[in-house]
C-alpha cells in the first residue's frame, strides 16, 4: 500500500499538480463546484422522500435531480482523485480522510440500495424515508469531513 | 412528515454554521521565533511542511505553497534535509509553527510580507 502511495505521489500527473499555482486552485473550485451540484440536488431531494413538498411528484423530482447529483458526485471524484495525488501518503495517513471516504462509500451504497432494489417508483414510503434520512446525514457528513481536513492536524 | 423534514432542515443548516470557529491559517496565536535543524521535508500543495529538531524536540513548521516559497526566493535546495534554519512565524498548535519568515545562512526570507 505504501509503495503504491508512493509511487502515485512520483508520477508526472502528481508532480504537476502539486506543483502548480493555478491548475491546483482551478482544481480546487472544480472540486467545490462537483460538491456543490450534488449536495444541492441530493438534499433536495431528500427533503421531498421525507415528505416535503409532496404535491410534486417523486417520479418528476427523481427524473430532475438524480442526474445532477450523480454528475456532481463524478466531477468531485474526479477533481478529489487529483487533489488526492498532492500528498497520496499524508492524506491516506489521516483517520479524518479515511472517515470520509467510508461516508461516501455509505452514502453511496443507500442510493444505489434504493435505486437498484424498489427503485424510486415503487419503494414504500417507509423504505424512502429511510433512505432520505440516511441520505441526508450520510453526504452533509462527508463535506464537513472534507472540510475540515484542513483544519487538524495530519 | 412535513414537520418533520423542516427540523431536519434546520438541523443541516446549524450543522454547516457551526465550523465558522475553526479556520484554516492564521489562528492568532503568538509569534515566537525557533532555531534548529530541517530533518524530514514535504514540498508543494496545498502547502510545504518541514519537521525542524529544536533542541531534541520536533517541531512541525508549515512553509508556504511553492508558488509562495518561490517568491521568497527560496529554491528547493534550501529546504532540504539538514538545512539549519531559523523560522518566526505564528505559534498555532503544540509544536506547530506557520512560517512568515525564516533566515538560512543569515540569508532573509518572507513568506508573508504583509504579516511581519
Known amino acids: 500500500m505504501n509503495i503504491l502511495l508512493a509511487w502515485l505521489g512520483e508520477t508526472a500527473l502528481a508532480e504537476w499538480i502539486r506543483l502548480s499555482r493555478w491548475v491546483y486552485a482551478a482544481v480546487n473550485a472544480l472540486h467545490v463546484l462537483g460538491i456543490a451540484l450534488l449536495i444541492g440536488a441530493i438534499v433536495t431531494l431528500d427533503l421531498r422522500l421525507l415528505g416535503w413538498r409532496r404535491q410534486v411528484s417523486l417520479g418528476a423530482v427523481g427524473r430532475l435531480l438524480q442526474p445532477v447529483a450523480i454528475t456532481g458526485l463524478l466531477l468531485a471524484m474526479g477533481t478529489g482523485s487529483l487533489l488526492f495525488l498532492a500528498d497520496p501518503g499524508g492524506y491516506a495517513g489521516m483517520a479524518l480522510f479515511r472517515i470520509k471516504l467510508t461516508l461516501i462509500a455509505l452514502a453511496v451504497a443507500n442510493a444505489l440500495l434504493l435505486n437498484l432494489r424498489a427503485g424510486l417508483a415503487s419503494a414504500t414510503p417507509r423504505r424512502l424515508r429511510l433512505a432520505g434520512m440516511l441520505s441526508l446525514l450520510l453526504w452533509p457528513a462527508a463535506l464537513l469531513a472534507g472540510r475540515f481536513l484542513a483544519f487538524v492536524e495530519g | ?116
Do not use: C
Open chain 2, 1 to 116: 412528515m412535513r414537520h418533520q423534514a423542516k427540523w431536519l432542515l434546520a438541523i443541516v443548516i446549524l450543522l454547516f454554521l457551526a465550523p465558522a470557529q475553526a479556520h484554516h491559517g492564521w489562528v492568532g496565536g503568538e509569534t515566537i521565533e525557533i532555531e534548529g535543524t530541517i530533518t524530514a521535508v514535504r514540498l508543494g500543495n496545498p502547502h510545504g511542511e518541514l519537521t525542524l529538531e529544536v533542541n531534541g524536540e520536533s517541531w512541525t513548521v508549515e512553509v508556504g505553497q511553492p508558488w509562495r516559497n518561490e517568491r521568497a526566493g527560496l529554491e528547493e535546495s534550501d529546504l532540504a534535509e539538514g538545512v539549519e534554519l531559523r523560522v518566526s512565524g505564528e505559534h498555532s498548535g503544540e509544536r506547530l509553527l506557520k512560517a512568515e519568515q525564516l533566515w538560512i545562512d543569515g540569508e532573509h526570507y518572507v513568506l508573508y510580507p504583509g504579516r511581519i
